[in-house]
């Protein structure tokens, strides 16, 4: 177990707030800097298609399924049911200003399919403990299968 300094141990804490693993913010969005930024590797948020940096906590907070109630990503599109999210063998780093965590996500979808991904995130803080950077690294291929296209994958029939 890596010994942790004291703003090392700070962004861990934040970050859990993030995932809502410790008391934290309502707004999940205010554990960002004022000009924090958000990159996610799939440009389809309502409002800002085709934006893979969403800057401001306005941006962010767009993009937060308990800011936007779990909303789809774009119109018809499917989404999770927050209820049913969940987080798996997750693992958390800290170096300095950084702050990498894995985890497995699964979750039912609100059209009854199952979804499960992996995902890494990478968060960078300033000295106030605020998140000034964060980037989502996932399968967004599967993402995209499962939320948008709506159908599962058939095996042929010999």
Not at 56 to 85: M, V
Not at 142 to 158: G, T
Request: glycine fraction near 8%.
């Amino acid at each position: 177990m890596p010994a942790y300094t004291e703003t090392e141990e700070r962004n861990l804490r934040v970050v859990r707030q993030m995932f809502g693993e410790e008391p934290g913010p309502d707004d999940k969005s205010t554990l960002f800097a004022e000009d924090g930024a958000w990159w996610n590797g799939l440009p389809m948020i309502p409002g800002a298609e085709g934006v893979m940096e969403h800057r401001g906590r306005d941006a962010i907070r767009n993009i937060l399924p308990s800011q936007n109630k779990g909303r789809g990503l774009l119109p018809g599109r499917d989404t999770y049911r927050l209820e049913t999210c969940r987080a798996h063998d997750v693992v958390m780093l800290a170096d300095g200003d950084y702050v990498v965590r894995q985890q497995n996500f699964t979750a039912e979808t609100k059209l009854g399919q199952q979804y499960a991904n992996t995902y890494c995130f990478v968060f960078r803080f300033n000295e106030q403990g605020e998140i000034t950077y964060l980037t989502e690294h996932w399968n967004t291929w599967q993402a995209h299968r499962v939320l948008m296209n709506n159908y599962d994958v058939q095996p042929a029939r010999p």
